[in-house]
């Protein structure tokens, strides 16, 4: 697939996003997760770590993710 500049789209790449990309996922309590992750039986601890793990970072490293 193709994308109007001409470059190939190939996959989803979390970590090739430009470094002002930031998302901000409103929580209920602190520490809660994000979204239902596939691990949602699983601790609340390990699903947060999934969602971070699913946004991913920006291109220099930066978290591209976090709770408000």
Not at 21 to 31: F, I, P, Q, R, S
Not at 37 to 52: I, R
Request: aromatic share 8%; glycine share 12%; charged share 25%.
């Amino acid at each position: 697939m193709a994308r109007g500049d001409g470059t190939a789209v190939v996959g989803y790449d979390p970590e090739n996003r430009d470094d002002a990309m930031h998302v901000e996922y409103k929580v209920a309590t602190t520490g809660d997760r994000w979204f239902i992750p596939y691990n949602n039986y699983g601790t609340t601890a390990a699903q947060v770590t999934q969602c971070d793990k699913m946004v991913g970072d920006t291109d220099d490293g930066t978290p591209a993710g976090s709770e408000m």
